[in-house]
């Protein structure tokens, strides 16, 4: 459904010329999550604005349904972008007025008369489950509150695609929750396609059918999330991966763990679905003359299913924990030895 080729972004600066967005190139299915993840500066609003024209690319090509949207202006472009919603972090709401009144803002600027207006902003606010608050104004809403109220307005013209900059990073983690759980409601009922930029890898892991990871203006990598979480390809990944599988702790416990067991193995295991650790586990100390330790583990859920990872340390003579560590391998565990001696 979206086709982005090539495309590139140089900003001429005083000093010399930025490339924000460095020949970027991906597809995305009609109806899918899609997320881009990315520290401070990657180039990630760079390149979602460049979805509905905020930004032109410097060189590329991007198709919307089939519509070259690069290079268009005037009409041609304000017609294309009420096919493309977008929300931001810090809302952008209109102060002076009410819920009813924004959600109704971009439906005015369309000419959609007001007969109609009325029924389609009650549906939105229905949508969205802000009934009873239409007459707030956003100053006495919520965090969560206004990015419902973005979430509607950016709906009001029914749009193919809704671009999310960071929508709920400005929230506290259980209304950034209620929030990603709106959008994928949405995406149910409404069959919308989703492209949402973030530096969280949990809002990539709770909603996203597929992530791409962007670097300095590049895709670094590109893949259906659980298959990221399960073969991570670069260190910018690894790092990404880490913020929802690995607790704060973990080093501490390793480095202690290390001082205390000089001569262990600390390995890092990673299961997809329904392994059964446990049952590994047991079945590894029985068959090998080694000692399990276990440190940490935790289950994180994503679309397409479970990833789990756990970290143990193995104990014993060097030929048995290499023996233990194919035998890890062989029964479908993703082992990655994090540290030893
Ligand atoms: N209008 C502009 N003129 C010059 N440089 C710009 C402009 N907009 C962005 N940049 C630069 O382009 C690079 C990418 O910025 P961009 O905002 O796209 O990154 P980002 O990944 O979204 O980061 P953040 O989350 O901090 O916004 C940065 O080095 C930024 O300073």
Same mark, same amino acid.
């Given at each position: 459904?979206?086709?982005?080729?090539?495309?590139?972004?140089?900003?001429?600066?005083?000093?010399?010329?930025?490339?924000?967005?460095?020949?970027?190139?991906?597809?995305?299915?009609?109806?899918?999550?899609?997320?881009?993840?990315?520290?401070?500066?990657?180039?990630?609003?760079?390149?979602?604005?460049?979805?509905?024209?905020?930004?032109?690319?410097?060189?590329?090509?991007?198709?919307?349904?089939?519509?070259?949207?690069?290079?268009?202006?005037?009409?041609?472009?304000?017609?294309?972008?009420?096919?493309?919603?977008?929300?931001?972090?810090?809302?952008?709401?209109?102060?002076?007025?009410?819920?009813?009144?924004? =959600?109704?803002?971009? #439906?005015? /600027?369309?000419?959609? &008369? @007001?007969?109609?207006?009325? !029924? *389609?902003?009650?549906?939105?606010?229905?949508?969205?489950?802000?009934?009873?608050?239409?007459?707030?104004?956003?100053?006495?809403?919520?965090?969560?509150q206004k990015q419902r109220v973005g979430i509607a307005r950016a709906l009001a013209n029914n749009p193919k695609v809704l671009l999310c900059?960071?929508?709920?990073?400005?929230?506290?983690?259980?209304?950034?929750?209620?929030?990603?759980?709106?959008?994928?409601?949405?995406?149910?009922?409404?069959?919308?396609?989703?492209?949402?930029?973030?530096?969280?890898?949990?809002?990539?892991?709770?909603?996203?059918?597929?992530?791409?990871?962007?670097?300095?203006?590049?895709?670094?990598? =590109?893949?259906?999330? #659980?298959? /990221?979480?399960?073969? &991570? @390809?670069?260190?910018?990944? !690894? *790092?990404?991966?880490?913020?929802?599988?690995?607790?704060?702790?973990?080093?501490?416990?390793?480095?202690?763990?290390?001082?205390?067991?000089?001569?262990?193995?600390?390995?890092?295991?990673?299961?997809?679905?329904?392994?059964?650790?446990?049952?590994?586990?047991?079945?590894?100390?029985?068959?090998?003359?080694?000692?399990?330790?276990?440190?940490?583990?935790?289950?994180?859920?994503?679309?397409?299913?479970?990833?789990?990872?756990?970290?143990?340390?193995?104990?014993?003579?060097?030929?048995?924990?290499?023996?233990?560590?194919?035998?890890?391998?062989?029964?479908?565990?993703?082992v990655e030895v994090v540290q030893n001696d």
């Open positions: 459904m979206i086709n982005v080729q090539n495309i590139t972004k140089v900003f001429t600066t005083k000093s010399e010329p930025l490339t924000a967005v460095n020949h970027v190139n991906f597809t995305i299915d009609e109806g899918e999550i899609f997320g881009i993840i990315g520290y401070s500066g990657a180039g990630k609003s760079t390149l979602i604005r460049m979805f509905n024209g905020l930004e032109t690319p410097t060189e590329g090509s991007l198709t919307i349904a089939d519509k070259d949207i690069t290079n268009i202006r005037g009409k041609e472009l304000r017609l294309a972008r009420r096919e493309i919603g977008m929300i931001f972090q810090h809302f952008n709401l209109l102060w002076s007025r009410t819920v009813r009144g924004n =959600i109704s803002f971009p #439906l005015e /600027i369309a000419g959609v &008369p @007001k007969a109609l207006r009325g !029924k *389609r902003v009650e549906n939105l606010i229905k949508l969205v489950g802000l009934e009873g608050r239409e007459d707030a104004y956003p100053s006495q809403l919520s965090g969560g900059d960071e929508a709920t990073s400005a929230l506290d983690p259980q209304t950034t929750d209620a929030i990603l759980d709106l959008l994928v409601d949405i995406n149910r009922k409404l069959g919308l396609t989703i492209i949402l930029i973030t530096h969280e890898m949990h809002v990539i892991r709770k909603i996203c059918h597929r992530v791409a990871v962007m670097d300095s203006g590049k895709i670094v990598e =590109i893949a259906p999330v #659980l298959d /990221i979480f399960r073969h &991570p @390809k670069e260190e910018i990944t !690894k *790092r990404f991966i880490g913020q929802v599988t690995e607790p704060e702790e973990t080093k501490e416990t390793i480095d202690h763990l290390l001082e205390k067991y000089p001569d262990g193995k600390i390995a890092k295991l990673s299961f997809i679905g329904d392994v059964a650790e446990q049952a590994i586990i047991t079945r590894l100390i029985r068959e090998l003359p080694v000692t399990v330790n276990i440190l940490q583990g935790k289950v994180s859920q994503t679309r397409n299913g479970a990833y789990g990872t756990l970290f143990i340390h193995i104990e014993g003579n060097p030929s048995d924990i290499e023996a233990a560590i194919d035998f890890l391998n062989k029964n479908q565990v993703g």
